[in-house]
């Protein structure tokens, strides 16, 4: 069964830091273009930053850009976000997900992603 578990979620104060995890199960994981998402409170779920499968590139979106940093581990099929100098609007459910894709995926739909993590809360307090 093809599964994401997300770790690293919390309450962080303004300006401060978290690292969320993601690990990938039942898939071949290096062949799988991966992103975070979040879901602000009464928001659509927007995507984040994404990193592809061929070439290990980033796409951010540019409210995060500078701030946030994604990576992949292959042989630990997990991958990860680095969130520095967060804010309040940043506080969200984050989600990973993943696409049977090689190469990058922030220019598909969401309606794509195969795979999708159940979620870890972000709050950033002021």
């Known amino acids: 069964e093809e599964q994401l578990v997300e770790f690293g979620g919390g309450m962080v104060e303004s300006g401060g830091s978290l690292r969320l995890s993601c690990v990938a199960s039942?898939?071949?994981?290096?062949?799988?273009?991966m992103a975070w998402f979040r879901q602000l409170p009464g928001k659509e779920r927007e995507g984040v930053a994404y990193i592809s499968s061929s070439d290990g590139s980033t796409h951010y979106l540019d409210t995060v850009n500078g701030r946030f940093t994604i990576s992949r581990d292959n042989a630990k099929k997990t991958v990860y976000l680095q969130m520095n100098s967060l804010k309040p609007e940043d506080t969200a459910v984050y989600y990973c997900?993943?696409?049977?894709?090689?190469?990058?995926?922030?220019?598909?739909?969401?309606?794509?992603?195969?795979?999708w993590g159940q979620g870890t809360q972000v709050t950033v307090s002021s």
């Open positions: 997900a993943a696409m049977e894709h090689w190469g990058s995926s922030w220019h598909l739909p969401q309606e794509l992603y195969d795979v």
């Open positions: 039942g898939f071949t994981f290096e062949h799988w273009a």
